[in-house]
Each structure stands twice: as C-alpha cells, then as structure tokens.
DNA sequence: CTTTCTTGCTCAATCGATGGAGCAACAATT
DNA sequence: AATTGTTGCTCCATCGATTGAGCAAGAAAG
C-alpha cells in the first residue's frame, strides 16, 4: 500500500495535500487537540486514517523547535557491569515513560572528561533535567546545567550544588560490619577485625562506609588497623593488586573482608581463588552491594543490597515536586540475608 | 561573568548581536567551516571566546531540523541485567561516539508492543539506524523503519528483512556441549545425557543451541530425551519451574545441564541450592553466556562468552559499508575456560 | 581610470510543527 | 433585517541553525 521508496519521510504538509486541507488542521488532529481547535471529526478521522496509512511520525526535531518543554530527560551512569547500575538505569527509564518523558541515557566510564562531554551533548538536545549518577565530578556537571538553565540533581554520589539522592552509606555500612563481624567471630572463636577494600577514599560515599565500618568496630571494641583500609578504587584489577601488595607486606593473609562493590568483589574473589591460601578455610566476607550469583554460590558472605527502586522514587518526587538544592536524601540500604 | 538568570538559553542571535555581526557569521564560525564561508579570523576568534564566555550550546534540535543528516543511531535492548547485554549497550555507545554518531538507547524487557513503541519514538527523533538487539519480532521493526526509509539491523537474534549479525549459535552449543559431556563422563565414570534448559523454542537462537546440543550428543553416540530439552523461557523463575515440575514427574534430578543464558542459570542454580538433592554431588553444568562470579564461584561449569566485540565491529562495518538485507553474520562465541 | 578579483561579510529562504488570529458560512437571537 | 454566536477551517509568524546568493570595499590588473 505505502509508497516503497519513499526518499523523503512524510510530513504534515504532505498529509495535508493527500486530505486536501492544511498544515495546521493536520498538526490539531495529530496531536490530540482538534477539539480545541475546532476541526470537525470527519476531517479528524479522516487525517488518522492517512496518517496511519503512510506510516506518519512527527518530526519530533520541528516540533521541539516549536514547543517550549522538550520532555527529555537525560542520565549519565558510570557503567553497565553490574546490577545496581543496570537496575538504576531499567528503572529510571521506566519512570520516566510513565511520565511522558523521553530517557536519554549515557556511560561515561568514570572519565570525568566524559562526564562533562556527555552532559554538554545532552544540554544541546535540551534536555530539561540532567541526572549524574555516581559522577566522579557531580557539581561540575550541576555548574554547567545551571549556566543554561537546566536543572540537575545526582544519584549514587552527592554534590553540593544539586539534590542528592544516595544510599543510607553509613548506617548500611556500620550494620553490614556488625553482621560479618559477628559471623567471624563465631566462626574464629574469637573477635577480629576486618580488611575494608574497594572504592575511592576521596568519594563521599566510600568515605561514609568507611566510617561505619569504623564505627562497628568501634562498638564492638575491635581494634582496626589503618593500613588496613585499602581503598584502593573500583576496577577488579585494583583490588587484586592491593590484596596481593599487603600480604607481601604482612606476610599473612586477611581473613575477613568489607567489600566496597560488587565490582571490587570480582577482583577479590579473582585474588581469593588464585592465592590459594584459603583451602582450608573460606573467608568471611561483606559486600555493599548485590549480585545474584554471589547470593546463590558464596556462603560466607553477607551483602547489602542498595534500594533503586526507592531512590528511583526519590528522584522523581524531586523532578515532580522540586526539592533544595542543598538536600540529601538518604535511602537506607536492604539487608539481602538474615542477620 | 555570566548572566545569572538566564530565562533563555543562549543562541546565535544573541552571540551576533553580543558580537556586533550577523548569525550566520556565528554559525559559520561555530561549526567550523568559516574559512570555506570567508569570515576574517579576529572576528572568529572573538565569536569563539564569547560562546565560551556565555556557555552557548548549539540547539540541536534546530540543527538537525535544517541539516540533512542527524546522526543519531538509535539501539534497542531487552535488559540490563546480565552481563552480554551490558556489554553490548557499553560498546556500541562507545564505538557509536568514536563515529561522531549519537547514541540513543533503550530497554524493551523483552515486550514486543514495547519494541514497537520504542523503534516509533526513535523514528520521531530522526534516528539513521536503528539495531534491534535480542528483539521478539525484528521484522516489524525493520518494517516499520524501511516505512520511513530508516535503515535497521539484527543483533544477537537474527530476522529476515535486515543485515543481521549473531553468534554462531549452533557451533557454539555443539562444543559447548561436546565439553560439558566429556566432564561429565569423566566425572561419572560413564556416558550420560544432558539436560537442555532456558530460552524460547520460537527463537533461532535456542532453536540452534538445540541442534548444536544434539549434535554433540549424536557424535558421542549419547540418546537425549525429547522431554529433557527445557525452553521453557529466559526469567529465572521459569527454570525453576520447569526444573521442580521435571523432578515431581521423574522421581530423579539431572546430574548435567545446559543452561541457554545466564538469566535462566540464576534459576537453575537457585534451584539446585533449594531442592537438597546435590549435596553428595554437585551437577555438571554448561552455560552459554558468561559471567564473572560465576567463572570464579563455581566449579563444574563450563562457559561461552559471546565475542560482543567482535559482533559490535560488524555491526559498524554493515552501518560504515552497507550489506546485503539478507545476510547473516555469525560470530564464533569464545570458550572461557579451557577443554 | 576602468575592469576584474578577492575578501569579508549580510540577507533571506528553508527545515517541520505549532498556535494565535482571523475569515467565511451558517444558525440563532433580537 | 440586523446583530451576535458558533462551527470549521486557513493563514502566517515563529522556534534556531544553516547555506546559497549576493553586495560592498579594497586590491590588482589592464
């Protein structure tokens, strides 16, 4: 039935001249409001029906132009290599359709370059809110949005000029140190502390979980070592090469560990199975974060898992209802195992 | 510096009128080709430092309203959650920049009214191409595309009106499963049978990881039962499903599977752990699909990686040189551990 | 001193959709 | 018969960037 080469796509104009009316009759009807304005329903059927004949799309690059609000909204993620970014990423995609917003949304790999390079490609599409999640830079990416008028706000990590949306990171933090410190001790017989690896020791949300991890220990009145905070970054291959540095040094090997990711988690797991000082005791670990397969195959491990779909509301409370752009809103975190 | 309240963004009107010049002066400079439109180089330079002064962003919507080309390639996938499909979304965005190409992606979970959906909206926002990843029913999509003359590609399932590029489904299968049987055996001290499960039986994929699983059972002179092939789809709540029901109808379990992904291995193994029938022994499994916890966490486990590199680079030189509608590009998929 | 080039710019149409303003035609009211 | 209202449209400016065409001023050539 359609035209098979079609060199050009189909625009109102075209529509119009097949209905034999105009431009303007054809934008009222396509776009909803022909009662408004008044087009007959005859008319209006008949313009559906062309339209859905010719296999029309509005070209949404005009009607932006025309419009005031482009409903686009834009999300930079550092990675897609596990499940709480991808889960964050499903999630927001899906809140926003149901909003009747258009997602656009961007790996930047944790390259602060990228970062900004993203954000200014998304300010060109106008975007109208801009979310950097886990952004090495966040208030950067804030400045920048702010300079043409667009809002922003972070998720994963805070800034301090926009609305943050993060994890409970020190309360989750300091509970998931009591359960596995409490599992070690009734697997050693005695109380002992652990080894806090992965993370950035200049991000916030590293840092906080290395205060409950402190503050655990603190409770419990277990001694932690400095040297012994190894926050060493998140790639695999970092903590694998921390972990194989300070049994050099030390000559012994840790045996209880708080895993700042499940991305640093595969580097340690990688280290734990190569070093081949743990065959006759497992490890007993924590990790703040989630992974199916970790639940189902490790058993010593505790995990937490961070709450998307309620920070995901969060966002989206602020994108509907507004918010300080000072405030922090902390999600507290879901304990995967029973204490 | 500059204006706080900035009600509009910036545009060349305002640059030119800031600049004492004309806005196509503006836009000569800005997009590079003023030497071509002969505008003097003291006046571009102070173009160039008051767009920098006043954070200008191009209006992107307005340009491609008026350019020819929109560059903008648009990537539909069905989920975030695994590792193949995030490595897949994480590649093509990048070798899609690399190109000067803007990345447009989203997730359909696997909903073919949504994939629809999705390939519609794509088409307003003027995409070049679109890749239907893993989609229920690619054709529509390259119908609905070639409609409006948008061109389209296949990847990972295959369709019949597009390029499509895909493992090599049924050479991997064989020898996937050619090395789970010969484990086994050695395992059990005899030749036994393994259990297909996971995946769509509509889908071309799984429909040659099953002839590739017979197959190798065929060379090994091994009978399969036809009630022992599983697809019984990807969630993983379905495997285990279909693993309690096989186990309630046969009054056994199987020792040895292949599992079609690593979505559905979430549920065999979930199902393993809960039914209490592998403590004295644990299962000989296959997976085609990879993932990193499971490479390090379990033993009997032989797995496939998808070569998504190799997939991405001929999905760009199908969209860089063109291809035939017709064909069919197979990737052979890599074994992750040795034989 | 005229003609021809070259340089450095500006003008105005254009892309497709939108929506305020306005214009016929007819109906209803005074 | 004249006024007012209603219905069903169309006209046209507009959004911001791009680009072919063209115009002045100065330099070079004849």
Redesign the interface.
């Known amino acids: 039935m359609?035209r098979d080469k079609?060199?050009?796509?189909?625009t109102i104009y075209d529509l119009a001249e097949l209905a034999g009316t105009s431009a303007s009759a054809v934008s009222a009807v396509l776009n909803g409001n022909w009662k408004k304005r008044r087009i007959g329903s005859q008319l209006a059927e008949k313009i559906t029906r062309l339209a859905e004949e010719q296999?029309y799309?509005?070209?949404?690059?005009?009607s932006?132009?025309r419009r005031e609000k482009?409903k686009i909204i834009g999300m930079i993620v550092p990675?897609?290599?596990n499940?709480y970014?991808?889960?964050i990423?499903?999630t927001f995609?899906n809140m926003a359709r149901q909003r009747g917003l258009?997602?656009?949304?961007?790996?930047t790999?944790r390259d602060p370059e990228l970062e900004i390079e993203a954000a200014?490609?998304m300010?060109?599409?106008?975007v109208e809110w801009v979310v950097s999640t886990g952004a090495t830079d966040p208030d950067r990416v804030t400045d920048?949005c702010a300079?043409?008028?667009v809002r922003s706000l972070n998720l994963d990590l805070p800034g301090s000029k926009a609305p943050s949306v993060i994890s409970d990171n020190f309360a989750g933090a300091r509970e998931l140190t009591r359960r596995v410190l409490l599992n070690h001790e009734r697997k050693l017989g005695h109380k002992s502390p652990l080894l806090f690896i992965g993370g950035r020791g200049s991000d916030h949300n590293t840092s906080e979980r290395v205060k409950g991890f402190l503050a655990a220990h603190a409770e419990m009145e277990i001694t932690v070592h400095q040297h012994h905070i190894l926050t060493c970054g998140y790639a695999?291959e970092k903590a694998d090469d921390a972990l194989s540095a300070l049994a050099q040094a030390e000559g012994s090997v840790p045996m209880g560990m708080f895993v700042n990711s499940?991305i640093s988690?595969?580097g340690v797991?990688?280290w734990i199975?190569r070093s081949g000082h743990y065959s006759t005791i497992a490890p007993t670990l924590g990790c703040f974060d989630w992974?199916?397969?970790?639940a189902?195959?490790?058993d010593d491990i505790q995990m937490v898992r961070q709450d998307v779909p309620a920070m995901l509301s969060s966002v989206f409370d602020i994108i509907d209802n507004g918010a300080k752009t000072t405030s922090l809103i902390e999600i507290p975190p879901v304990f995967v195992t029973s204490p």
Chains 1, 2 share one sequence.
């Open positions: 359609n079609q060199p050009k796509r189909t296999g799309a509005v070209n949404m690059q005009a932006l132009l482009s990675k897609y290599d499940r970014f991808g889960s990423v499903e995609e258009f997602p656009i949304v961007t790996c790999r200014r490609e300010l060109s599409y106008q920048l300079a043409s008028g695999p499940t988690l595969e797991m990688g199975r992974d199916p397969f970790v189902l195959l490790c």
